[in-house]
């Protein structure tokens, strides 16, 4: 039981560490950084950068926008 509690300690506290490099990578990413620099800092994979970053990414759409067609008056009684 010892082996397997301490076992899961260090797999959370891996985790955690990635998750923390995860986000220390998305504010490099805000202040411009290149992929590159954040990987070589962060100890993170270019694609395990990129995931978080798509993740957070917020994208508009490319179609313009049309209003509803108007619609037609109530016929009056």
Request: charge should be positive; proline fraction near 5%.
């Amino acid at each position: 039981i010892d082996t397997a509690r301490r076992e899961g300690v260090e797999e959370g506290r891996a985790e955690g560490d990635i998750l923390r490099a995860k986000k220390v990578a998305l504010k490099m990413l805000a202040k411009g950084m290149p992929y590159e620099v954040i990987s070589e800092v962060t100890d993170l994979s270019v694609p395990q950068i990129e995931s978080p970053a798509n993740d957070n990414k917020v994208c508009e759409t490319t179609a313009e926008y049309q209003s509803e067609k108007p619609r037609k008056k109530a016929k009056a009684k």
